[in-house]
């Protein structure tokens, strides 16, 4: 039986060597590929997520676990195939054109595929255009927009008006985020969501593509 919470609890406490020896273990054990990536790790990226909104974990300590979860899912990735296990969904994640900042966008990105979702990290400078390519090239169902500068958030709903123009607005979920975004903003611009921080971003991912 999946000892899960020593998994999340180790993981939770930036303890790499007890995540991978648990990790290991419950292969060892039988245990499915599936059952550890769904009730260990993911579940312990949940409550980092959550205690990052409430500020009780900080970027240092989340990125530390998101390297760790890296590192043991790397471990499962050979099993997983073999289990046929498909994402929760595929994400395009980038800075729109413009805006060279990336560590914000970067972290979400990590948390995002912690939590189990297929993620593209484009990068920063990210055209309208190559949004919209990226939609049919990844098979995406979701895209998310990053602005730290407010004189490149108009660029946000230029890609939202590509989406549209090009015929996949039905399909691909959109969501906002950076320092001066704001909910409102992202109503006003027709976005299906806004995340303030890399922890709001996954809950809200897992909300839009159930």
Known sequence: MLNSKAITDALVGCDEKKVLDLVQNALEEGIKAKEI???????G???VGEKMENEDMFIPEVLMAA????AAVSILKPLLAEEDMSAMGRIIIGT?????????KNLVAMMLESAGFEVYNLGVDISPDQFVSEITD????????SALLTTTMPMMQQTIDAVIKSGFRDRVKIMVGGAPVTQEYATEIGADGYAPDAGSATK???ALLP
């Open 45 to 47: 990226m949940d409550v």
């Open 204 to 206: 809200l991912a897992k």
């Open 96 to 104: 729109v054109k413009g805006d060279l900042h990336d560590i914000g």
């Open 138 to 145: 990844r098979n995406a169902n979701m895209i998310c927009l």
């Open 37 to 43: 990536l769904n009730h260990g790790l993911i579940a």
């Open 67 to 70: 390297k760790i979860m890296s």
